[in-house]
């Protein structure tokens, strides 16, 4: 742990808000957006994820979220640019509903994976296994190293209830569906996050059918 | 009381705790994320659970004195509260906030009413035991000894 600290480091003082043009090597820390409504797994889920050894920023909704991206919903006019490098931000949905329609959902509309919450250190591990696969796979650098060098894995919450979840929010004008952005908070919130281009859903998601 | 004897008194309320049911495994997941540059994590986190929640208990509470019961607004506090509480391990605070839920889907005025009460027992009950396990750890650390780790084998 100390030897991946002291490579992460020298990198950051590179990357801080720059993206850089090395390839992320696998010790480098990934920077993991978690979004929760709730404080307490905001602090919960933090602390996984620094433990495993990830960056994290916490926010608490999926604008706040967009915010962080620099996809301010005012500045954007709604009209995502699908080219983006920020769709290849995988996304991680947790909730502690298992409503399977909603899993299927999130699933097709390209979350890479469905936590059952409470999370625990094995769910983050396994983020941490396939986030690494999945940098050594990708070899972009000619696009633009941003999704390369500063790769985030966005976990959101996803805490609405079948009949507040609004069928329409997930519809695209795109050919690739959106992310599982729809997430975190009130229909407010999901309906602005209704055209964010998607993630690369290139990784198989983890959930128990496909064990 | 010398530290030995603390130590054993912990392990053996901790244990209760679990068999009681007031902690479920994701407390063991807490636990595991506390370290030395982390010393308080737990008391943080549960501690924040009971001030953050205390709040939603009110919020609840208000909820359900209004003449037009908004019951998707009650639901949504309550689940609030089921994953917040299933986050720290507080097991029947989360099986309350579970029966609530289905009252609310019903409509049941009468019945969310009787849960909120039952989820406030349950809510103050859990406060008091892990009021009473941060004590003992206190106490312990006080002593100059150290906190045994949680054996999950042993139940």
Redesign the interface.
Known sequence: MDRDDVVSWQRRTHDVDAFDSLHPSDTEEAHVLAVD?????R??IE??LR?SSFRVTTVESGSRALQFLGLDEDKSSGHFDESSALREIPVVIMS?EKVLARIDRCLEEGAEEFIV?????SDVKRLKAYMRRDSRESNKSETGNRANANRKLREEEE?E?D??YDESDLSASSPSPPACSVSSSPPSTSSSCSSFPSSAAALAAMDERRL | MEVGQMQRRLVEFTKSLFVEGFLDGQFLQLQQLQDDSNPDFVVEVVSLFFQDSEKLLNDLTSALEQQDVDFKKVDAHVHQLKGSSSSIGAQRVKNACVVFRSFCEEQNLQECMRCLQLVKQEFYLAKNKFETLFTMEQQIVAAGGSIPATEITSF
């Open positions: 409504d709730s404080l307490v797994d602090k919960v602390r996984l433990i502690s919450k409470p999370v625990k250190l805490e209830e009949n507040n």
